[in-house]
């Protein structure tokens, strides 16, 4: 089979990865791609939104599936794009069409469908422009913290934990009378502050039958110890010790088949992945919110643990008949340690040669957010630059592994985290 996966970060390197193992392969392009999918196949140079582009190139490079990374291209319709084309509908998207991308869109869409189908969730009510006076005085009836949550995409920072309620007025004022978020908070989702740990679950579904993939735990803010700023993410670990076989059981009967068996009674398409974030709060799940992707950089963590071969797995999804396809998953522990660039998530420079990363040799270098120089040196062209995977029989081995693997690649400004999965030991 031809592949052409669309997206060029850490997610994609890892998709890349998995993808170029399978015995079905025959080529495999990325688009754009970075400095690392080289190794895996062929960069393309073309906008994850540019669909006309990658349309034109997938008739010419007779491209056989399409397995989308980000949110971006599903939210704006690359899946009906192709549906919508004679030349095209041939071709399956591995992601799911508009509406169903409607899950991560739109904060509001997600939390009615959860309530509509009973899906345990943070209690919440939604507000606009006309309606900011009702906000603010609902805020005055709420628990302390709250959190302000923007509808629409805006790019992992659209979601605020509000501790007082001067603040929490502030910030719902900012983004719905000032769009502090620009259009994505038009509506802003108030809701109430769930405390406990957090994990994430990842679903592929044919629309009917689904595999559950490993669980993760990913670690958001940016120092040591869970403090500072959040992030797009500093690492990840799978499985987590405290997502037991009890605890997935529930997650399965309470979160998983009510979320497929919703987009069914909705009539919603759905072919593709379903991220569930979720809180455990005395041992019982809770939604924090759908992804309609893989989450990064949980997948760096998550698909190096998958046995099968994936393209297999997506052919299932294609043809429907996922139930079919064997699926297995390794019992040994997967630690990923994402390396940054220095400043991030604030102002950050980039072009900074990146050295070393052939002396890695116990783990897996995943670009994220790199590019090649003019004169052909590994440059990085992002906040988050290179996530390190490695694979070991227990949890303290593979945390010892992947730190010092990130210790051996070098960059003027380099920062990771050395504490990656020290809570759950």
Do not use: W
């Not at 997206?7 to 990865?17: C, D, F, I, P, V």
């Amino acid at each position: 089979m031809n592949i052409l996966i669309v997206g060029s970060g850490g997610r994609e390197s890892a998709l890349a990865y998995k993808i170029s193992q399978s015995a079905k392969l025959n080529q495999l392009f990325i688009a754009p791609g970075n400095a690392g999918t080289i190794q895996y196949g062929q960069n393309v140079p073309l906008k994850v939104t540019d669909f006309e582009g990658i349309a034109a190139f997938s008739l010419e490079n007779e491209i056989d599936m399409v397995i989308v990374g980000p949110e971006e291209p599903l939210v704006k319709g690359i899946h009906d794009y192709f549906l919508s084309r004679e030349d095209l509908k041939h071709i399956p998207v591995i992601g799911p069409q508009r509406e169903g991308a409607q899950l991560e869109g739109s904060k509001d869409f997600s939390k009615q469908f959860m309530a509509r189908h009973g899906v345990p969730t943070a209690a919440s009510k939604s507000f606009d422009k006309a309606s900011l006076a009702d906000g603010l005085t609902y805020l005055e009836y709420q628990s302390l913290p709250i959190v302000l949550k923007a509808d629409g995409l805006a790019a992992g920072k659209g979601v605020l934990i509000c501790e007082t309620l001067s603040s929490a007025k502030e910030e719902l004022t900012a983004m719905l009378a000032d769009a502090k978020f620009g259009d994505a908070s038009n509506v802003v989702v108030i809701e109430e502050f769930l405390s406990g740990i957090e994990l994430s679950v990842f679903v592929l579904t044919d629309g009917e039958s689904y595999k559950v993939l490993p669980a993760a735990k990913d670690y958001k803010r940016i120092g040591e110890g869970d403090t500072g700023l959040n992030t797009g993410g500093m690492g990840s670990i799978s499985p987590v010790p405290f997502a037991d076989e009890a605890f997935l059981s529930k997650v399965d009967e309470r979160v998983i088949k009510p979320t497929i068996n919703g987009l069914k009674k909705d009539g919603i398409p759905y072919k593709g992945f379903i991220f569930i974030g979720l809180m455990n709060v005395g041992g019982d799940p809770y939604v924090i919110e759908y992804n309609v992707r893989l989450g990064d950089p949980e997948t760096e963590s998550v698909l190096p643990r998958i046995e099968s071969d994936l393209l297999d797995l997506f052919e299932g999804v294609a043809e429907g008949n996922l139930s079919e396809r064997s699926f297995s998953v390794s019992p040994k522990t997967a630690v990923t340690v994402m390396m940054v660039s220095g400043g991030y998530p604030g102002d950050y420079e980039s072009g900074k040669v990146i050295s070393n990363i052939e002396n890695v040799k116990e783990s897996i270098v995943f670009h994220a957010g790199t590019k090649l120089s003019d004169d052909g040196q590994v440059v990085t062209a992002g906040g988050r630059v290179i996530a390190v995977t490695t694979l070991q029989d227990d949890l303290f081995s593979a945390l010892q592994q992947a730190t010092a693997d990130a210790g051996r690649v070098f960059y003027e400004g380099k920062y990771f985290r050395t504490d990656i999965g020290f809570d759950i030991i």
